[in-house]
Every structure is written in structure tokens, then in C-alpha cells.
């Protein structure tokens, strides 16, 4: 079974709920695919949960709504607003597939991550990188 690697290419189904067992916040699983190992400061403690993962292995996470900026950092990871500004995200993450990343995605997604220059571009970052 493939485990994740620094610059391996990491896709996830992302279950998203206001308790540990709804999915209430996504109907659907939300996809999400990033290199990991790429932050400028190393891991972001989200790539941290992921070590030696394998593919299939699935995570449980709680997470405050103020803390996603510090979680996933330069991570694109789209989940839905919550109505509540003080509660917490309940995510059910499941490693769909693991592969190497090639030299082109590596470089392409080097070169989005300096294009946002520690402003908030849009990108889900909120001027985090």
C-alpha cells in the first residue's frame, strides 16, 4: 500500500459536519488534492496528521473555525461556511489516492504558492503564505 511521502501527491474526500457523526456541512465529499511538503516553513500541522499515512486510511478531525488559517496554511482545502462563528468543524478525511508528484506539478505548485506574496490572493490562504 502507497504511504505518503514528502512530495507526494495526495487526493481526499473530505466528509464535513457539526458533529462528529453528520456530514451536514457537505452532502457530497468535498475533494481536495495538494503536494505535500511543500510549505516554506516545513509540515503544516494538517500535513502532520497525514504522516505515514496510506492510501484508505481515514482521519477524524476537529477543528475551530478561527484555527483553519493556522491547520492547513498554504493548504487549499475549500470547506462550506459554518452559521455558528464559534463552532467547530467535524471532518471525516479519507486518503482516496497517494502519487509521486511530477517535476511539472511540483514546480507549478511552487510557483503558486510565491505568487501570493503573504497577501490574501484568494487562494484560501488568508494571507497566511
Not at 500500500?1 to 511521502?5: A, F, G, L, V, Y
Not at 453528520?22 to 516553513?41: Q, Y
Given at each position: ?5 514528502n512530495l507526494s501527491r495526495i487526493f ?43 492510501e484508505g486510511d481515514e482521519l477524524k ?69
Open positions: 500500500m502507497t504511504k505518503i511521502e481526499l474526500s473530505i466528509h464535513a459536519g457539526t458533529s462528529p457523526d453528520a456530514s451536514d456541512l457537505s452532502s457530497e465529499p468535498i475533494k481536495s488534492d495538494f503536494i505535500f511538503g511543500l510549505g516554506t516553513a516545513g509540515l503544516t500541522p494538517f500535513e502532520y496528521e497525514l504522516s505515514d499515512k496510506s478531525l476537529q477543528i475551530r473555525a478561527e484555527d483553519i488559517p493556522q491547520i492547513f496554511e498554504h493548504l487549499r482545502i475549500a470547506l462550506p461556511p459554518l452559521a455558528d462563528s464559534g463552532a467547530s468543524y467535524h471532518l471525516k478525511i479519507r486518503i482516496d489516492s497517494i502519487s509521486k508528484a511530477s517535476a511539472s506539478e511540483v514546480v507549478k505548485a511552487m510557483a503558486a504558492l510565491a505568487g501570493c506574496g503573504g497577501h490574501d490572493c484568494g487562494c484560501g490562504c488568508g494571507g497566511q503564505h
